[in-house]
T-cell receptor, first 116, second 117 residues
Framework: DAMVIQNPRYQVTQFGKPVTLSCSQT?????MYWYQQKSSQAPKLLFH???????NEADTPDNFQSRRPNTSFCFLDIRSPGLGDAAMYLC???????????????FGDGTRLSIL | AQTVTQSQPEMSVQEAETVTLSCTYD???????LFWYKQPPSRQMILVIR??????QNATENRFSVNFQKAAKSFSLKISDSQLGDAAMYFC??????????????FGKGTLLTVNP
């Protein structure tokens, strides 16, 4: 089945040690998103790619970066994780939404990141 | 800025009964979309139902239906004949396709639904 796959499901890293989370998709969608979801909170959009065009949310910390080497893959890099970055990170994809139409987002299972 | 409010952190329902989850939102846009997403314990977020603001008719998907009140900015989800598999966190979400933010979903804080056998 076509889907959004996130690896790993659980990731543990040390305070300040860079970590990379990965997302792949078989849906051939041209938009990919990264959300941060802290415990008992709503998912919060960090950034998205429209094809190779990177779009950062205004309140996303500089500590968070992303790469999209091709249509299928997108990575979330956290350069120096702090304790406050412990969260579930959700990847999602969609087709290009138009000005007057919406395309639903398809989510992966998420990666739960713990910081020691 | 758009906001989405879910006033019920937790709800419970008996199996086979009906439950309604509440959602209100604030926006100055006239054209937008509203969604209910389900996030089961396995954590994959799944789209349950969506509503286009320009449509007066309430969306329905099998046992799931919405009560969309545009003037009141209210968007509730009704689950009929509740099943054990409906137990999950439910998020209400908003998207406006105009104004350069057409990619962004704004989520409420969620309602945790428990289904009792």
């Amino acid at each position: 089945d076509a889907m959004v796959i996130q690896n790993p499901r659980y990731q543990v890293t040390q305070f300040g040690k860079p970590v990379t989370l990965s997302c792949s998709q078989t849906l051939n969608h041209n938009v990919m998103y990264w959300y941060q979801q802290k415990s008992s909170q709503a998912p919060k959009l960090l950034f998205h790619y429209y094809d190779k065009d990177f779009n950062n949310e205004a309140d996303t910390p500089d500590n968070f970066q992303s790469r999209r080497p091709n249509t299928s893959f997108c990575f979330l890099d956290i350069r120096s994780p702090g304790l406050g970055d412990a969260a579930m990170y959700l990847c999602a994809t969609s087709r290009q939404p138009g000005q007057f139409n919406n395309q639903p987002q398809h989510f992966g299972d998420g990666t739960r990141l713990s910081i020691l | 800025a758009q906001t989405v409010t879910q006033s019920q952190p937790e709800m419970s329902v008996q199996e086979a009964e009906t439950v309604t989850l509440s959602c209100t939102y604030d926006t100055s846009e006239s054209d937008y979309y509203l969604f209910w997403y389900k996030q089961p314990p396995s954590r994959q977020m799944i789209l349950v139902i969506r509503q286009e603001a320009y449509k007066q008719q309430n969306a329905t998907e099998n046992r799931f239906s919405v009560n969309f009140q545009k003037a009141a900015k209210s968007f509730s989800l009704k689950i009929s004949d509740s099943q054990l598999g409906d137990a999950a966190m439910y998020f209400c979400a908003y998207n406006a396709p105009s104004g350069g933010s057409n990619y962004k979903l704004t989520f409420g804080k969620g309602t945790l639904l428990t289904v009792n056998p």
